[in-house]
């Protein structure tokens, strides 16, 4: 299979001209900043928790539902159809179609952790399981916009994706009363979290590849997921 | 001549509704080819079996000799366009900007936007923007946007049904071009005259089912009642019979100096419709 960079970047230029025009959802990315400035300014050193709160919520709510809008969007407007009877392949339109949510997911990050002043003992360990994590958010987005029919049930559909994995951390304080609840541990969020608090104790990959290889198995399901529900939706019903 | 298209005993049914039952079709390369009924006769949906878009219940239907249910990748979309009425534009980039995207998509230079728009009469709107634009603008950039690749076979449902005449014509008039290059048109349309000026031969469809299949000439041949139709100076119009019998009596009018005009008495391509299905051609 070769892909072709031509239609990934065409695809991703038209992404950020119409995104850049579409004060609905691009505003989004004011969310987790407000949270992180209001956090900033409220507590003095900010804990591990405290900072992936704001990451998580970034993840969820930039990351999932900008990549559930502007999918959406494009099957209320009918022009998803036109990029299904394209020469782009599958793999083309997602990758295109996830580019400008992760340029936008990538800046609200850094300017969340600048507001926050969150350094990571090791940076790239980080950044590799935040890419891992955008990847499954990207395509759980992917697969809720393709479910909806318009920008406005999107906007809905990703509330509970918002809530779970932006809000998660707090479940995991009612485990303990709730046993049925223990799958939270191995939710997305709550892996990048302790993978975070690993990293800041001095761990190396060889105590972190389990949290990682979690998340990526998250990644891989979802983006599995968002191919199989995007080849359905080529055909009608 | 090859066939581009081949459908063979194909039927489709939604629930427990029939939308398509045995309908049987070959398109020839470069021929334009109207597919003609009202609507929800099945028109699209067998345009949408055809794009790989919808598969059939039953039959079998080719496109370059591809199955429809293998039509789903690069190389056979490259060969195709669609205009459809789920076809649709970024409203909030301008008609250059849908048009750069879709010529990067289909790996055409830019400078074939130029070409057609001005096949659809917008090169001086080039910049306005997709949400400013009217329906009939909106409909002319799709299929300025559906020309862009010079596809060898196009898929036109109700191609220009928001079109005021001199627009209607001046697409007409391109499409014979396309025609003239080799370009095979599947064309849907419930426009009796858009049929008549545009297709190399007919189906008409209803309740699913194709009633009738020709070229639109002989079909009004076969239906003609064998009347001329005579104009008389006096405001009078009379029938007579177009074979030996009516020769006397339109000679009898001619050596008066009686006649304004002599037609043929045959019927429209709607007139034919409403008497093989007894419904009008109705959008």
């Known amino acids: 299979m070769t892909l072709s960079w031509k239609r990934i970047n065409a695809i991703f230029q038209k992404d950020t001209k119409d995104l850049w025009k579409n004060y609905f959802v691009s505003s989004i990315i004011v969310l987790p900043i407000l949270m992180a400035l209001l956090y900033s300014y409220t507590t003095e050193e900010p804990s591990i928790d405290l900072h992936y709160m704001i990451i998580n919520l970034a993840l969820a709510s930039v990351t999932a539902f900008i990549q559930c809008a502007v999918i959406a969007e494009e099957k209320e407007k009918h022009t998803l159809r036109g990029l299904m009877l394209s020469p782009a392949s599958i793999p083309e339109i997602l990758i295109g179609k996830s580019l400008v949510t992760l340029f936008l997911t990538v800046i609200t990050l850094l300017v969340c952790a600048f507001i926050t002043g969150y350094q990571p003992a090791n940076i790239a360990l980080v950044a590799v399981a935040l890419f891992i994590s955008m990847v499954f958010y990207m395509g759980i987005g992917m697969i809720l916009g393709l479910l909806s029919r318009t920008i406005i049930e999107a906007s809905f559909i990703v509330m509970p994706v918002i809530f779970i994995f932006g809000f998660g951390s707090m479940l995991m304080g009612l485990i303990d009363r709730y046993p049925v609840l223990s799958f939270v541990e191995y939710l997305p969020n709550i892996q990048l979290l302790e993978f975070a608090y690993q990293v800041e104790l001095g761990a190396g990959f060889g105590e972190l590849w389990s949290y990682l290889a979690v998340i990526l198995a998250w990644a891989i399901v979802a983006v599995i997921l968002s191919g199989v529900v995007y080849k359905k939706r080529e055909l009608d019903e | ?283």
Do not use: W
């Open chain 2, 1 to 283: 001549m090859e066939n581009i298209i081949e459908v063979k005993n194909l039927a489709k049914v939604f629930g427990n509704q029939t939308a398509l039952e045995d309908v049987n079709f070959n398109v020839k390369k470069g021929e334009t080819f109207g597919f003609l009924g009202p609507s929800g006769s099945g028109k699209t949906t067998t345009i949408k079996i055809l794009t790989g878009q919808l598969l059939q219940t039953s039959g079998d239907a080719e496109v370059f000799g591809v199955k429809n249910t293998s039509l789903n990748n690069g190389s056979y979309r490259k060969r195709i366009g669609v205009l459809s009425d789920n076809s649709g534009l970024y409203q909030r980039l301008s008609i250059i900007e849908n048009l750069k995207f879709f010529c990067d998509l289909y790996d055409v230079p830019h400078k074939r936007i130029d070409e057609v728009l001005e096949l659809v009469n917008l090169t001086n709107e080039k910049k306005k923007g997709i949400s400013k634009l009217s329906k009939g603008m909106t409909q002319r950039v799709l299929l300025a946007r559906t020309l862009l690749h010079e596809p060898e076979l196009l898929f036109l449902d109700e191609p220009t049904s928001a079109l005021d005449p001199t627009n209607s014509q001046q697409i007409h008039e391109g499409l014979r071009r396309l025609t003239e290059k080799g370009t095979t048109i599947f064309l849907t349309t419930h426009d009796m005259g858009e049929a008549e000026t545009l297709c190399d031969r007919v189906a008409f469809l209803h309740k699913g089912k194709i009633q009738l299949l020709d070229e639109p000439k002989a079909l009004r041949r076969q239906f003609a009642d064998g009347t001329l139709r005579v104009e008389l100076k006096s405001g009078n119009v009379v029938s007579i019979p177009a074979g030996a019998k009516g020769a006397d009596e339109l000679y009898q009018f001619m050596s008066k100096d009686e006649v304004v005009s002599v037609h043929s008495n045959e019927p429209t391509l709607g007139d034919i419709f409403v008497q093989v299905t007894g419904k009008e051609l109705l959008v």
